[in-house]
Structures are given as C-alpha cells and as structure tokens.
C-alpha cells in the first residue's frame, strides 16, 4: 500500500524549535523526505547597525547575535578589530580572555544537555543541566555585573582583572563539574531509549559535512579533526595542552559524546590558564574616539556551534565600512535537510536539537 | 610581496595562481597577512574550481558582498564579492574577489561547494545581486515580497516609507 508525500508545519512556534524557526516538512510513510527551513523571524540586521555604530559601540551587539555563547561572540569581533589596527593584547588579558571563552563554552555545552535531551524526552536533565551553568552565571556575574549578554570584552583587552575571589570561584565550580557530567551520562548514555532516539540516526560524513560547510562539535562527530583553536591559535590557545574530541559515526549519539568530552578539555584549559596565569598589564592603550585606516580582515574562532568569523571592511572613520558575520548556526541548520532525509519524522526534533542551533545568530 | 620566509605556503600559491591564469589575475594584495585574488567575473568559476581541485581549497567559509557606493576608488563598480576559501587540513585561506556594476550576475559556486547555497541566497536578499546558476535563488531572512535590499548603501537606516 503506497501513500502519498505529506506536508507538515513545524513552528515558527514550537517548543523543539529553539527559538522561532519554521520548518515544513514532507513525508513519506513517516519518513522524511525533505526539510525546508523558514528562517528570519528574528532579523533584525545586525550587519547594518554595525555599519552605522562605533567600533566600541559594536561590541554589546555581537552579544545578542548567539546569546547562550556571548563570551565568544565578543572574542570574535574583538580579535577581528585588533588584527585590523595590528594590535595584540598582553598575555594576562588573553589567557583571561580564554578562562572566560571556555567558561562560556562549558556553560553552552550544559545548556545544549539540558534542551536536547528535553527535545528527546528525557526532561530531569534540563535541571541538571541548568543548575551547573547557573554556578558559571554566578562567575560572570561576579566578573562583570551582568549573566546573559555579559559584555565580558573591550577592544585592547579586558575590562577587569581576575581577583583572588573569582578565581576561587572558578576552581570550585571545576571542581564540581566532573561529577555533574557523571549524573548527566548515568541519565542518558546507557539509558536504551536514549540509544535507540539517538544511535544512526542524522548521520553525515565527514566529507559531505565538509562540503556543507558544517563546523563545531557537529563535524568533529563526523571524524573531522577541525577546530580553530588547533587549526590557527588565537588569543593564546597555543599555550594549552587539550585533545580535540572526535567521533566515529557522524550520528546524533556522537554529537553528544563529543560535546561532553569537549566540556572535559574546556575544564583542563581552564586549570591550565589559571596556573600559569601570567602577571601585567590586562590590556593596551586604545584610543577613545577609534578610528581604523582602510583595510579588510577576516578572523574565524572556535565558537561553542562552530567556527564564528568576523570580515570587517575599515575605511578610516570611526565606524566599519562592511561588517559580515560568517556564523555557525547558519550554516550547520543548512545541513539539516541532509541528516532528516531518510531518517523518521519524529527524530527531527532529536537531529534538529543536535545541532545545537541559536536562531539570534542565525537570523542576525 | 610576500615575505616568504614568514608566508611560505601563501607565497607558492600566488606563484602557481600568476603562472596559471596570468593576465587574468586583475590584481593581487597581501594585507594583515590575507591575500586577495581579483579576477574577472568570467574567470571566477575557472579560478575557484581550480582553487578546489588542484589546490585542496576545500571548504568555502563565506561569500561577502560589498557595496561600493561611496567608494569613489571602485570606478562605477557598484558590488564587490568576496569568497573566502578554506584548505582543511594544513589549514590556509585565500581571498578571490570580483567587481561588477550594478545589474550584473555572479556565477553561482553552488555546483563547487555545498555550502554556498545559503551564503548566495543571503547576497541576494541582502544586496539584490542575481546568482545566475543557483538552483533555488530566493530571498532568505526578508519576506518574499519585500520591497529594496537592506545592505545596499543606500538604502536608510531609518525612516523609510512602508
């Protein structure tokens, strides 16, 4: 008995969805057999208020494009505005840039658990998640008054310095994450519903996850070594010793295998920056009113999604002449028809949730 | 241009890039230690597919559209479009630019790499330039019937008529 393709909505409003996106769906007898996504709900173009704010003023609003990973979306930018002017920060502010940029990671990572495992319907690890990620709020809100869009870096460096009290802080929350990541894999990584939701299903290969410009913790599942902090250091990333984490299959399972052992490095740079943290200054002399000779850069890191990149066109005035941001969300949601073809129309929301994608980056 | 005791690999590209396409490299530049390759619309596909198999560019990170309205150095070419190519593994980028005038078609590298898909989508929304070739050219963030092309410069930031 043969059916007929079918049509399905899902979203914009749909909790699964991570924000406000809208996908139609075709199936054929439950299996998928093409996923379009319906993206710009939340657009608000960013590009062009950068083009039209100081290059100070930018700052803030890199944090709004991924907001559970602002840390990053500030290192991108900052690193891209330096390599423009030809400036580099002292070392202090850069190994404080990265204790903050794998906080940020870590705490990403705990809340991608927390709503992907909810999508598959294993809801106590929302909470479990949550509860750890709120103890590295704690450490930003210490850091600099603010959780979310925290702001976190200047142009020329970083606005405070790491005192003896934050970096208790840092330690002792370390210090616990080990156990809440054994909690986390107790609830889910021999859990056989867990397994059947997740094993062969979305596979991609390394090479078509190439291809599709696929990037992060998503292609590193895939087998593919590429991760920006190896591939060409930044900010001092040359510094630490920490292994890339890689999968074998390319399938859901692996994305979140790889994303746990990530949080592991991400707490082993950390340790190593705050031992050897160096002594100096926290940042360079910038001048108050910036304004940038004509010339372009691209500069790419390692956000928690993928690889973010900055282009910014300068033309001698305090504002950018272009700025284009290459972000990762976007262009791993354009692999998503790819991993759903063939498979069944209720792991959607798993393959979906696996990409860990934030629409404000996506929609920009 | 190139000091090659810091660029060794950038420097071996640029000498295969002009002994290849010769005159039909418009212009080279090496600032901030990115290079830049300009060539003719014409010669974009030749050069990037070339780019791709010969020379193990094998990922496309972005393509970025500039408007050069108030750019009195760009000659009446209104668009430049830049693809930013990515060798994985020992990783090297380069830059290949084009510059067109208004109303002018870009190939579409859909055919060398996947990912270019949304990145043309996105340069059409945004500055309203047709990417002949692509096999689904629709807008992307706007609303199909939307009326202009935000990015383009001028186009106002506020107080525009609906």
Known sequence: MSFKEVEFNMGPQHPSTHGVLHLRIAVDNEVVSRVEPFIGYLHRGMEKLYENRTYAQTTPLTDRLDYLASVTNNLAWVLAVEKLMGIEIPKRGQYIRVILSELQRIASHLAWIGFFANDIGAMSVLLYGFAKREDILEIFE????ARLTIHALRIG?????LDEKIIGM????LDTIPKRIGEIESLLTDNRIWRHRTEGVGVISGADAIDYGLTGPALRASGVPWDMRKDIPYSSYDDFEFDIPL???????DRYVVRLAEIAQS?????????RLPDGEIRTKVPRVLKIEPGEVFHTIESPRGELGFYVKSNGTDRPERVKVKVPSFINMHCLEKMCKGNLFADVVGILGSLDIVL???DK | MIDRSRHPELADLLERITSRFGSAVRGVTFEKDELTVMVATDDLLAMISWLKSENGFNALND????????????GGLRFSVLYQLYRFPRPLRVRVRIDLPEGAAVPSIYSLYRSADWAEREMYDMFGITVQGHPDLRRIYLPDDFDGYPLRKDFPLAGREQ
Do not use: W
Request: a negative charge; hydrophobic letters at 40%.
């Open chain 1, 360 to 362: 404000g980056e996506i």
């Open chain 1, 247 to 253: 999968g074998k299959n390319g399938d859901v399972f």
């Open chain 1, 157 to 161: 460096g970083v606005p405070h310095d």
């Open chain 1, 170 to 173: 840092i330690r002792s929350t």
């Open chain 2, 63 to 74: 393509i970025i559209a500039l408007d050069n309205l108030n750019d009195p150095a760009a």
């Open chain 1, 267 to 275: 707490m082993a740079i950390i340790r190593q920056a705050l031992d």
């Open chain 1, 142 to 145: 210490e850091y600099c008054g």
